[in-house]
């Protein structure tokens, strides 16, 4: 907090008019293994903590590890995915540094020979192709996970320490890397952020992770440094950890732009450091020191022979290659017959899958996008939720769209009943029932609101039988009203025109 | 890496590794183990009088890639015996002392 006091932040436009931002993504994705990297242990999430554990991953006495064929086949699929060379023979190295997230007092990770290297991936910023250079992606083993007692928590008064569950230490990690980012201005963030989104939508094509950044098992790092326009050298950089949605990624690099360049401005220098991002306030604070790569005093891993995949392995694993998600979602769109504005507009708010997935249900790709796009979009918004964590499922809207085309369900209704679901109501049947949302399709009681309306308002039936039908209106409203809304408006049109005799 | 040629280990160096290692010399063991890393790293170093441009690093005994297993799982540790060489254990996971540094 002190440091917001000593400079602030900078405006956000003044910022990009004195600096250039230049970035760096650092993404680790949990592979969808079922075993660890170096030992047998399942990597399921959500175990009760240390019961996915044995001598390898506890790094007890003489237990060795040995690699996980599979983790090596996701890393040369998602090297290759990434337009990455596989390296012909790579090697794994310790990185070794003292803290108890590692049992070993290292982590077992690849230095100098990653498996791949020097790739790049095109991602799309507001119509715009940007491409993002792939410095390398190497194999690693995750963390065990820490858990903080005492101190601010006061969980349990007086102590002080930690606390390490290693059911994730060894599980299989692949580390992506970018070269430094330059030159996106004032789209950084937005840069970023369509980073990341291109990457998960890949790794999930790519069936190598499920990549869940709410679990951890997809991680981004940002490295951000501030150049002053026209500077020969990049800026002193931060690493930005803990940044775990899409959203949080744009707006960390935000933050650190306007308070790096707050510092600078103000004569002040910029630590290389590590910053963790605080979802709650959108803002970074500093963490430990980062330590310099000699420090870790990475030394090639005795216990591990290296790795030379064979030429044919990686051809038979580029032959698996599934259709790239920018190309499925051209030909989706393509499907679909969605305009370019209306496929950006749903790929931005992360619903096509959700809209994929109610057209498999039996909507029309025209209505899933429909409710997907405006009246679910809202919901999500006004709830700060992203589309699928709304709780409510594509079948559910289908079944909800289906309910309408047959008649059952007026627009009006049918939006009712989607606020039914959402407030955790049960099935749409269910809501309906509950609510009474059921369109009035008996047509007795129609006809009843229909002779009320009609006699009590005399001059308006002599219109409609006159020819004037568009005078139709204030029956209908008086019909509907009279119904609570829950009348088919196109049913009761037919049946005022029957009952005045007019042709429809 | 370090040649005959270059410069000793200085005594900053076998403190900055101490403080890495986490551990706490006296000034008389730096002393100390400034002499004996000296004696160790020049030893080493004379490997590359030996091995010329030619000759590719080597960083196994044995002549051997691709060791694999397959992603199949074996039994893990029951539980209990995880935990039971831990010093201290609260709720099932390890106890260890605070992280220095590291916000509670």
Redesign the interface.
Known sequence: MSELMDSGLMDYDEALERFDPVLGLEVHVELG???KMF????TGFGA????????VC?A?PGAMP???????EYAIKIGLALNCEIAE?C?FSRK?????DMPKNYQISQYDEPIAFGGYLDVDVDGETVRIEIERAHMEEDTGK????????GRIHGA???????NRAGVPLVEIVTKPVTGTGKAAPAVARAYVAALRDLLAALDVSDVRMDQGSLRCDANLSLMEKGAPEFGTRTETKNVNSLRSVERAVRYEITRQAARLAAGQTIKQETRHFDESTGTTAAG?SK?TAE?Y?YF?E?D??????EREWVERVRATLPELPWLRRARQQAEWGFTDLEMRDLVAADGVSLVEQTVAAGASPGEARSWWGSYLGQQANNRGVTLAELPISPTQVAAVVSLVNDGKLTAKLARQVVDGVLAGEGEPDQVIAARGLAVVSDDAPLQQAIDDALAAQPDVAEKIRSGKVQAIGAILGAVMKATRGQADAGRVRELVLKTLGVDS | MTTADEPALTRDDVAHLAHLSRLELTDAELDTYLGQLGVILHSVARVGEVAGDDVEPTTHAVPQTNVFRDDVEVPCLPHAAALASAPASYEGRFRVPQILGEEA
Do not use: W
């Not at chain 1, 030992?39 to 399942?42: A, E, V």
């Not at chain 1, 591990?304 to 995949?309: A, E, K, S």
């Open positions: 293994t079922v075993t030992c047998g242990c399942p009760a903590p240390n019961t996915q554990v044995c001598p506890l007890l040995t690699v996980n064929r599979q983790a090596v023979l090697r070794n540094y003292y803290y108890p820490s858990t903080h007692i005492g101190g601010a928590t002080e320490y930690s606390l390490l569950d290693y430990r330590e420090d005093r090639p005795p591990l022979v290296p790795v030379t995949p």
